[in-house]
């Protein structure tokens, strides 16, 4: 049994910055595909960005590239994300996700029915 529980969200001005944190717990978990998807009210789920088992690098929406980060400490099965220059745009109700075991997939070729299991979403607000 795979779970998966987020922290971190919150509000900030444009501009400001937020990390996320993703706990997950689970048979051989640091060897799964993780990542970190977000979604707005009325549209489709996106990936933000992926990243696989150690030595691996992350994978990012066009958009988030240059400003976020998304790193991983596998010895405690923590994903995190960490979001700078955040903008209005970015606001969204932000999920975990545990892809699928060994490596990502492209993260363009990432649908959101994709993933074996997710978080109950951390809300990030960015006001202008």
């Known amino acids: 049994q795979v779970q998966v529980m987020e922290s971190g969200g919150g509000s900030v001005q444009a501009g400001g910055s937020l990390r996320l944190s993703c706990v997950a717990s689970?048979?051989?978990?640091?060897?799964?595909?993780m990542g970190w998807f977000r979604q707005v009210p009325g549209k489709e789920r996106e990936g933000v960005g992926v990243?696989?088992?150690?030595?691996?690098?992350?994978d990012y929406r066009d958009s988030v590239k240059g400003r976020f980060t998304i790193s991983r400490d596998y010895a405690k099965n923590i994903l995190y994300l960490q979001m700078n220059s955040l903008k209005p745009e970015d606001t969204a109700m932000y999920y975990c996700?545990?892809?699928?075991?060994?490596?990502?997939?492209?993260?363009?070729?990432?649908?959101?029915?994709?993933?074996?299991?997710w978080g109950q979403g951390t809300q990030v607000t960015v006001s202008s």
């Open positions: 990243i696989g088992i150690v030595g691996s690098n992350p």
């Open positions: 996700a545990v892809v699928q075991f060994g490596p990502c997939p492209p993260l363009a070729y990432l649908t959101p029915s994709r993933p074996n299991y």
């Open positions: 689970g048979h051989m978990i640091n060897r799964w595909c």
